[in-house]
């Protein structure tokens, strides 16, 4: 039966002649079973889940990989009939449970889900298996075999139902924060968020997975999949259009701990030009002009 614990991430070097093996067999599985179509990732993206699954697979000592007999709806299964689907998505940073943004306030990580997979019922896995590739530059597989920035970091499991109910789906063109910087989704994606999945010390730790386990999950009720910066980001906006109280706003922020000041999504200089318009018609004085300049600062321009 397993046991739960934090999730913290289980780092798996991939360099070197053993890792590029690997990194080998996961081009040469893809070009074998490279699936098209609305549901499915770009190549590249099929090519990362495909090594972490030959690296999960090897972890826990289970058969290699293998494009005649893999399952459609899921990667593989358990002694237990538990099944597994491995999730991975890549980037050359590693993977960070806390991120910080340019107001240098904490962001949590989350993972990404095409929403289509989830409400596909003919993938009809019973848990997803959360996992990030760190990669060189240019991120594309094999690499080469002197190719040192290669690894894979195992972060839990979470059951496909407590996805759809919990997760948050997002439709093409909706902005997702990413450090300093926005970036549309061009997919139907649904967000996930590290701290909500089930983590485990050591990978066999996922053999202990039974039935009643992800039974017990899908019952479960996690924290918010937001980070604590959109939590209250929302819930400033929410008071302003009058849908909540200040006393809920107040609430949410002991609520996340979150001590600072939020970076806004417009530059603070579009702020500021509102407020002077502002004063400039006598709808608000000066007092209201320091109240801007206690919260965010204006940048000039000093030149290229």
Avoid at 276 to 290: D, Q, V
Wanted: charged share 30%; net charge positive.
């Amino acid at each position: 039966m397993y046991k739960y614990s934090t999730p913290k991430p289980i780092e798996i070097g991939l360099a070197g002649p053993k890792g590029y093996e690997l990194r080998l067999k996961a081009v040469q599985f893809v070009e074998k079973v490279l699936v098209r179509g609305p549901e499915a990732g770009r190549p590249r993206e099929q090519t990362y889940g495909a090594l972490a699954e030959i690296v999960v697979r090897k972890e826990l000592g289970l058969p290699e990989i293998d494009p005649i007999t893999h399952p459609k709806g899921f990667d593989f299964p358990l002694k237990s009939g538990v099944k597994v689907d491995v999730k991975c998505r890549g980037g050359i940073r590693p993977f960070q449970e806390l991120y910080a943004g340019s107001d240098g306030m904490p962001r949590e990580a989350k993972h990404n889900l095409f929403a289509r997979q989830v409400y596909d019922r003919e993938l009809d896995t019973d848990i997803y298996l959360m996992t990030h590739l760190e990669t060189p530059k240019n991120g594309e597989l094999p690499g080469t075999p002197r190719q040192k920035k290669w690894k894979l970091y195992i972060c839990g499991w979470v059951s496909k139902e407590r996805v759809k109910r919990e997760g948050v789906y997002l439709p093409p063109g909706s902005l997702s924060e990413r450090g300093i910087s926005w970036f549309p989704y061009r997919s139907h994606e649904i967000e996930f968020y590290n701290k909500n999945l089930n983590g485990f010390p050591d990978p066999k730790d996922l053999l202990k997975l039974e039935p009643k386990d992800i039974e017990a999950d899908i019952k479960k009720k996690g924290g918010l999949n937001l980070t604590s910066v959109d939590v209250m980001r929302m819930a400033i906006d929410l008071a302003g259009r009058g849908v909540i109280s200040g006393d809920i706003v107040k609430f949410l922020k002991g609520e996340i701990n979150l001590k600072g000041v939020i970076k806004p999504m417009l530059h603070p200089n579009q702020y500021f030009y509102l407020m002077r318009w502002l004063k400039s018609i006598g709808k608000i004085g000066e007092e209201e002009m320091k109240r801007l300049e206690e919260i965010f600062t204006e940048e000039n321009f000093t030149g290229l």
